[in-house]
Protein backbone atom coordinates (compact mmCIF):
# COMPACT_ATOMS: atom_id res chain seq x y z
CA UNK A 1 0.00 0.00 0.00
CA UNK A 2 1.24 3.22 -1.08
CA UNK A 3 0.96 6.44 1.07
CA UNK A 4 0.25 8.57 -1.54
CA UNK A 5 -2.76 6.84 -2.63
CA UNK A 6 -4.81 7.62 0.44
CA UNK A 7 -3.82 11.38 1.19
CA UNK A 8 -5.02 13.08 -2.13
CA UNK A 9 -7.90 13.89 -0.14
CA UNK A 10 -8.94 14.80 2.97
CA UNK A 11 -12.42 12.21 3.57
CA UNK A 12 -10.22 9.24 2.46
CA UNK A 13 -9.08 6.76 5.13
CA UNK A 14 -5.90 4.93 4.63
CA UNK A 15 -6.04 0.94 5.30
CA UNK A 16 -4.63 1.68 8.98
CA UNK A 17 -7.41 3.92 9.58
CA UNK A 18 -5.77 7.35 9.06
CA UNK A 19 -6.33 10.32 7.93
CA UNK A 20 -3.23 11.28 6.10
CA UNK A 21 -4.34 15.06 5.23
CA UNK A 22 -5.07 15.70 8.79
CA UNK A 23 -1.53 14.19 9.95
CA UNK A 24 0.02 16.68 7.42
CA UNK A 25 -1.83 19.35 8.92
CA UNK A 26 -0.88 18.43 12.72
CA UNK A 27 2.58 18.07 11.08
CA UNK A 28 2.55 22.06 9.95
CA UNK A 29 2.33 22.70 13.91
CA UNK A 30 5.20 21.11 14.72
CA UNK A 31 6.99 23.06 12.00
CA UNK A 32 6.20 26.19 13.92
CA UNK A 33 7.91 28.34 16.28
CA UNK A 34 7.14 27.50 19.91
CA UNK A 35 4.29 28.29 21.94
CA UNK A 36 4.05 27.73 26.09
CA UNK A 37 1.57 28.87 27.58
CA UNK A 38 0.56 28.00 31.92
CA UNK A 39 -2.11 29.52 34.28
CA UNK A 40 -2.03 29.90 38.49
CA UNK A 41 -4.79 30.42 40.62
CA UNK A 42 -5.23 34.15 39.49
CA UNK A 43 -3.54 34.10 35.87
CA UNK A 44 -3.10 32.98 33.02
CA UNK A 45 0.30 33.72 30.73
CA UNK A 46 1.09 33.04 27.16
CA UNK A 47 4.68 32.66 26.00
CA UNK A 48 5.89 32.59 22.67
CA UNK A 49 8.73 32.86 19.71
CA UNK A 50 8.65 35.12 17.23
CA UNK A 51 10.30 34.30 13.60
CA UNK A 52 11.43 36.83 11.13
CA UNK A 53 12.04 35.57 7.52
CA UNK A 54 15.28 37.14 7.15
CA UNK A 55 17.22 39.85 8.39
CA UNK A 56 15.44 42.68 6.39
CA UNK A 57 11.97 41.97 8.12
CA UNK A 58 10.02 42.49 11.01
CA UNK A 59 9.46 39.13 13.37
CA UNK A 60 5.72 37.64 12.79
CA UNK A 61 3.21 38.63 15.42
CA UNK A 62 2.97 35.18 17.57
CA UNK A 63 0.02 35.92 20.08
CA UNK A 64 -3.40 37.65 19.04
CA UNK A 65 -6.03 39.77 21.69
CA UNK A 66 -9.67 38.19 21.03
CA UNK A 67 -11.05 40.10 24.07
CA UNK A 68 -10.63 41.61 27.26
CA UNK A 69 -10.62 38.22 28.91
CA UNK A 70 -8.90 36.30 26.11
CA UNK A 71 -5.50 35.25 24.09
CA UNK A 72 -4.47 33.10 21.86
CA UNK A 73 -0.45 31.86 21.12
CA UNK A 74 -0.49 30.30 17.55
CA UNK A 75 2.12 27.34 16.05
CA UNK A 76 1.60 26.75 12.07
CA UNK A 77 0.35 28.80 9.48
CA UNK A 78 0.04 32.63 10.57
CA UNK A 79 -2.90 33.17 7.54
CA UNK A 80 -4.90 30.28 9.22
CA UNK A 81 -4.55 31.60 12.40
CA UNK A 82 -5.99 35.23 11.39
CA UNK A 83 -9.12 33.96 9.98
CA UNK A 84 -9.19 31.74 13.20
CA UNK A 85 -8.85 34.73 15.53
CA UNK A 86 -11.50 36.92 13.28
CA UNK A 87 -14.23 34.37 13.79
CA UNK A 88 -13.12 34.22 17.39
CA UNK A 89 -13.25 38.28 17.98
CA UNK A 90 -17.07 38.37 16.16
CA UNK A 91 -18.04 35.84 18.22
CA UNK A 92 -16.92 37.48 21.43
CA UNK A 93 -18.65 40.27 19.87
CA UNK A 94 -22.06 39.30 19.03
CA UNK A 95 -22.15 37.62 22.62
CA UNK A 96 -21.49 40.82 24.13
CA UNK A 97 -23.75 42.21 22.29
CA UNK A 98 -27.15 40.13 22.33
CA UNK A 99 -25.92 39.61 25.99
CA UNK A 100 -23.83 42.22 27.54
CA UNK A 101 -21.18 39.96 28.94
CA UNK A 102 -17.96 38.35 28.22
CA UNK A 103 -18.04 35.14 26.20
CA UNK A 104 -17.03 32.04 28.63
CA UNK A 105 -13.99 30.56 27.19
CA UNK A 106 -15.04 27.10 27.25
CA UNK A 107 -18.08 27.32 25.35
CA UNK A 108 -15.96 29.38 22.73
CA UNK A 109 -12.84 26.65 22.62
CA UNK A 110 -15.26 23.95 21.78
CA UNK A 111 -17.30 25.65 19.11
CA UNK A 112 -13.50 26.09 17.55
CA UNK A 113 -12.75 22.62 18.05
CA UNK A 114 -16.74 21.87 15.90
CA UNK A 115 -14.95 24.32 13.47
CA UNK A 116 -11.92 22.56 13.04
CA UNK A 117 -13.30 18.90 13.16
CA UNK A 118 -16.04 20.19 10.30
CA UNK A 119 -12.86 20.69 7.56
CA UNK A 120 -11.98 16.60 8.22
CA UNK A 121 -15.16 15.63 6.74
CA UNK A 122 -15.53 17.70 4.13
CA UNK A 123 -13.76 17.38 1.06
CA UNK A 124 -14.02 20.76 -0.27
CA UNK A 125 -12.32 21.89 3.20
CA UNK A 126 -8.45 21.45 3.90
CA UNK A 127 -7.90 21.03 7.67
CA UNK A 128 -6.70 24.59 9.56
CA UNK A 129 -3.05 23.96 9.64
CA UNK A 130 -2.77 25.82 13.28
CA UNK A 131 -2.52 25.20 16.32
CA UNK A 132 -3.65 27.23 19.35
CA UNK A 133 -3.13 28.00 23.01
CA UNK A 134 -5.72 29.81 24.34
CA UNK A 135 -5.32 31.69 27.56
CA UNK A 136 -8.64 33.56 29.27
CA UNK A 137 -9.80 34.76 32.85
CA UNK A 138 -13.90 34.43 33.23
CA UNK A 139 -16.24 33.86 36.37
CA UNK A 140 -14.65 30.31 36.82
CA UNK A 141 -10.99 31.18 37.30
CA UNK A 142 -8.05 31.11 34.83
CA UNK A 143 -8.06 28.58 31.75
CA UNK A 144 -5.22 27.13 29.02
CA UNK A 145 -6.80 25.33 26.40
CA UNK A 146 -4.65 23.15 23.46
CA UNK A 147 -6.47 23.21 19.86
CA UNK A 148 -5.19 20.76 17.24
CA UNK A 149 -6.00 20.47 13.39
CA UNK A 150 -8.08 17.38 14.01
CA UNK A 151 -10.89 18.92 16.31
CA UNK A 152 -9.42 17.83 19.86
CA UNK A 153 -9.29 20.47 22.62
CA UNK A 154 -7.53 19.75 26.02
CA UNK A 155 -7.73 21.94 28.92
CA UNK A 156 -4.67 21.92 30.63
CA UNK A 157 -2.19 23.28 33.28
CA UNK A 158 0.36 24.04 31.15
CA UNK A 159 1.14 23.24 27.72
CA UNK A 160 3.93 23.94 24.76
CA UNK A 161 3.23 23.38 20.88
CA UNK A 162 5.38 24.11 17.97
CA UNK A 163 8.69 23.32 16.86
CA UNK A 164 11.47 22.18 19.65
CA UNK A 165 8.80 22.43 22.27
CA UNK A 166 9.73 19.10 24.08
CA UNK A 167 12.34 21.24 26.17
CA UNK A 168 9.98 23.75 27.45
CA UNK A 169 6.99 20.92 27.92
CA UNK A 170 9.75 19.30 29.67
CA UNK A 171 10.31 22.49 32.02
CA UNK A 172 6.82 22.42 32.69
CA UNK A 173 5.75 19.09 34.17
CA UNK A 174 8.91 19.36 36.23
CA UNK A 175 7.49 23.04 38.00
CA UNK A 176 4.08 22.66 37.28
CA UNK A 177 2.69 21.56 40.52
CA UNK A 178 4.24 25.40 41.64
CA UNK A 179 2.14 26.85 39.51
CA UNK A 180 -1.52 27.61 41.55
CA UNK A 181 0.84 29.46 44.32
CA UNK A 182 3.11 31.76 41.90
CA UNK A 183 1.82 35.68 41.33
CA UNK A 184 1.98 37.40 37.75
CA UNK A 185 5.57 37.93 37.93
CA UNK A 186 6.49 34.66 39.13
CA UNK A 187 4.34 32.89 36.24
CA UNK A 188 5.86 35.25 33.61
CA UNK A 189 9.24 33.91 34.61
CA UNK A 190 8.51 30.46 34.56
CA UNK A 191 6.94 31.06 30.97
CA UNK A 192 10.21 32.76 29.87
CA UNK A 193 12.27 29.93 31.85
CA UNK A 194 10.24 27.30 29.39
CA UNK A 195 10.51 29.43 26.80
CA UNK A 196 14.56 29.84 26.52
CA UNK A 197 14.72 25.92 25.79
CA UNK A 198 12.65 26.09 22.63
CA UNK A 199 15.49 28.94 21.26
CA UNK A 200 17.64 27.53 18.19
CA UNK A 201 20.80 27.03 18.34
CA UNK A 202 23.21 29.61 19.66
CA UNK A 203 20.55 32.25 19.75
CA UNK A 204 19.11 33.61 22.78
CA UNK A 205 15.75 34.72 23.83
CA UNK A 206 15.56 38.59 23.43
CA UNK A 207 13.05 41.52 23.49
CA UNK A 208 13.13 40.98 19.61
CA UNK A 209 12.16 37.68 19.21
CA UNK A 210 10.27 37.10 22.36
CA UNK A 211 7.01 37.80 23.61
CA UNK A 212 4.32 37.13 26.56
CA UNK A 213 1.04 37.84 27.42
CA UNK A 214 -1.03 37.96 30.56
CA UNK A 215 -4.33 37.88 32.08
CA UNK A 216 -6.26 37.37 35.03
CA UNK A 217 -7.80 38.67 37.88
CA UNK A 218 -8.05 42.67 37.87
CA UNK A 219 -6.10 42.74 34.90
CA UNK A 220 -7.42 42.42 31.22
CA UNK A 221 -5.19 40.92 28.45
CA UNK A 222 -1.88 42.24 28.07
CA UNK A 223 0.54 41.91 25.84
CA UNK A 224 4.46 42.22 26.89
CA UNK A 225 6.69 42.49 24.21
CA UNK A 226 9.73 44.00 23.44
CA UNK A 227 11.02 47.40 25.53
CA UNK A 228 8.07 46.09 28.00
CA UNK A 229 9.74 42.41 28.40
CA UNK A 230 13.47 43.67 28.96
CA UNK A 231 12.98 43.85 32.84
CA UNK A 232 11.78 40.61 32.82
CA UNK A 233 14.53 39.32 30.40
CA UNK A 234 17.44 41.04 33.25
CA UNK A 235 15.85 39.16 35.43
CA UNK A 236 16.50 35.90 33.99
CA UNK A 237 19.72 36.58 32.96
CA UNK A 238 21.15 37.63 36.92
CA UNK A 239 18.54 34.04 37.25
CA UNK A 240 21.11 32.46 35.26
CA UNK A 241 18.48 31.16 33.04
CA UNK A 242 18.65 32.15 29.53
CA UNK A 243 21.33 29.14 28.62
CA UNK A 244 20.59 30.44 24.76
CA UNK A 245 18.37 27.14 23.72
CA UNK A 246 21.13 24.37 24.67
CA UNK A 247 20.77 20.83 24.68
CA UNK A 248 17.60 21.15 22.84
CA UNK A 249 16.43 18.90 20.10
CA UNK A 250 17.34 19.10 16.33
CA UNK A 251 15.71 22.38 14.77
CA UNK A 252 12.93 21.53 11.59
CA UNK A 253 12.63 23.54 8.52
CA UNK A 254 11.68 26.96 8.71
CA UNK A 255 8.69 28.34 6.05
CA UNK A 256 7.65 32.01 5.28
CA UNK A 257 3.84 30.76 5.79
CA UNK A 258 5.01 29.59 9.91
CA UNK A 259 5.22 30.86 12.44
Not at 25 to 52: F, N, P, Y
Not at 116 to 125: G, S
Request: overall charge negative; charged content about 25%; aromatic content about 6%.
Amino acid sequence: MFRNMYDTDVTVWSPEGRLLQVEYAMESVKQGSACIALRSDTHSVIGALKRSVSELSSHQQKILEIDDHLGIGIAGLTADARTLAKWMRNECLNHKYVYGTALPSGRLVNDLADRHQRTTQTYVRRPYGVGLLVASFDKNGPHVYQTCPSGNVFECYASAIGARSQSGRTYLEKHYESFPGCDRDELIMHALKALVGCVSGDGELTAENGSVAVVGKNEKFTLIEGQELQPYLDRLELEGGNNGGENVEEEQGDDAMET
